[in-house]
C-alpha cells in the first residue's frame, strides 16, 4: 500500500504480458518498501535509426533527489518519458518500481512529471491550471480548488489564485507548473530543467526555495539541468550521462550538508565537486558536437 492509498504499479504480472527480462526478480536487498523506490537496468531505447538510451542504469531511493546533467540530445528527455510511462523502452530494458519488474506503462499516473516545456493553459486561472492534473484524475472541482487555494502561500503565489498566466513573472509561472506537480501527489517527482528559462537571481531563488519544499515533504525527486552548479547545489547524486546514446557516465555522491546555503558554492568541495563534473561533462558535450558535425 503507498502512502496515497493508490493503486501498487510492480506487481507480478501473467508471463505472456510482460518481457521475460522485465520480471527478473529484485536484487540485492529485499525491495519493497525500503529499498529501492525505481531501478532501471540496461534499459534501452530507439527511435529508428537514433539510439536514445543504450544500457541505462540507476537505482533511486525513497526521499533522495537526484539530478541528472548531460549534452543535449543525450536522452535525458526519453529517460524521463520512460519514467513517467509515456515511452516504452526496448524489450529486454529492465524497469522495477518499489523491487517489482514492471512495464513503463503502468507508471502512468503513478509519477508526477513536469515536462520540459510545461505550458500553462492561459485561458485557465492560477488555481485552474495547478488543479489540472487532479480534474483528470477525477477529484471534484471544488475541492481541488479549495486543496491548491490552500498550497498557493507555500508557492509564493498568495493572492494570484485567480490571476492568468500572462499576468505573472517568468518565476511565478514555473512556480504553478510546479504546485501542479506537488498537488498530483505521487511518490516519484520528475522535473524536466523546470529552472532552464528564468534569469540568475531568480533560478537561484528558485532553487533555495525548491529544497525548503522537498525537505519540508520528502518527496523522491529526479531533476534533469544542464547547469553543474544547480545539479550539485540540490542534488543528494548527481548523474552525468554520457553524450548519445545516453547512459550513466558518472555518478556523483554530493556530501554536502543539508541546509545547504548559497555560499556553499564557493567552498572547497563544491569547488572540487564542480571540477569533476564539468570534465566528465566537456568530454561527452565534445563527442556529442563531433558526431553532429559534418
Ligand atoms: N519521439 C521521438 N521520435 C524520434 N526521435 C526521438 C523522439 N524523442 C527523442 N528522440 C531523439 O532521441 C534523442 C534524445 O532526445 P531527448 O531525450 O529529447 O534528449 P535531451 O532531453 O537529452 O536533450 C534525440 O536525438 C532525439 O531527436
Ligand atoms: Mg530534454
Redesign the pocket.
Known amino acids: 500500500m503507498d502512502w496515497n492509498g493508490k493503486r501498487q504499479v510492480g506487481r507480478r504480472h501473467p508471463a505472456d504480458a510482460v518481457p521475460v527480462a522485465a520480471i527478473a526478480a529484485p536484487s540485492g536487498r529485499n525491495a519493497g518498501d525500503t529499498g529501492p523506490l525505481i531501478e532501471m537496468e540496461a534499459v534501452s531505447k530507439s527511435?529508428?535509426e537514433?539510439v536514445?538510451l543504450q544500457d541505462f542504469r540507476v537505482r533511486i531511493t525513497p526521499g533522495e533527489l537526484v539530478t541528472v546533467v548531460?549534452p543535449?540530445?543525450?536522452?535525458?528527455?526519453?529517460?524521463f518519458n520512460i519514467l513517467a510511462g509515456l515511452e516504452e523502452p526496448d524489450p529486454q530494458s529492465i524497469l522495477r518500481y518499489r523491487g517489482r519488474g514492471c512495464r513503463a506503462t503502468e507508471l502512468l499516473g503513478e509519477v508526477s512529471f513536469m515536462p520540459?516545456r510545461d505550458l500553462l493553459l492561459p485561458w485557465r486561472s492560477v488555481i485552474d491550471n495547478a488543479i489540472l492534473a487532479l480534474e483528470i484524475e477525477g477529484v471534484p472541482r471544488r475541492e481541488a480548488r479549495e486543496t491548491a487555494r490552500r498550497m498557493l502561500p507555500e508557492f509564493g503565489l498568495a493572492g494570484f489564485g485567480e490571476q492568468y498566466p500572462h499576468q505573472l513573472s517568468g518565476g511565478m509561472r514555473q512556480r504553478v507548473a510546479l504546485m501542479r506537480t506537488f498537488l498530483f501527489k505521487r511518490d516519484l517527482m520528475l522535473l524536466d530543467e523546470p529552472f532552464g528559462a528564468l534569469d540568475a537571481l531568480t533560478r537561484a531563488m528558485m532553487q533555495r526555495w525548491l529544497l525548503d519544499l522537498w525537505q519540508k515533504h520528502r518527496r523522491t525527486v529526479l531533476f534533469?539541468t544542464h547547469d553543474v552548479d544547480e545539479a550539485l547545489f540540490l542534488g543528494d547524486r548527481v548523474l552525468v550521462m554520457s553524450a548519445?546514446p545516453?547512459r550513466v557516465k558518472l555518478e556523483q555522491e554530493v556530501a554536502l550538508e543539508r541546509p545547504r546555503l548559497p555560499e556553499v558554492v564557493t567552498s572547497p568541495e563544491f569547488v572540487a565537486l564542480k571540477k569533476i563534473l564539468l570534465e566528465a561533462i566537456e568530454e561527452e558535450s565534445l563527442k556529442s558536437f563531433a558526431v553532429r558535425s559534418p
Open positions: 527511435f529508428g537514433v536514445a548531460g543535449s540530445g543525450c536522452g535525458k528527455s526519453t529517460l520540459q534533469i548519445r545516453g
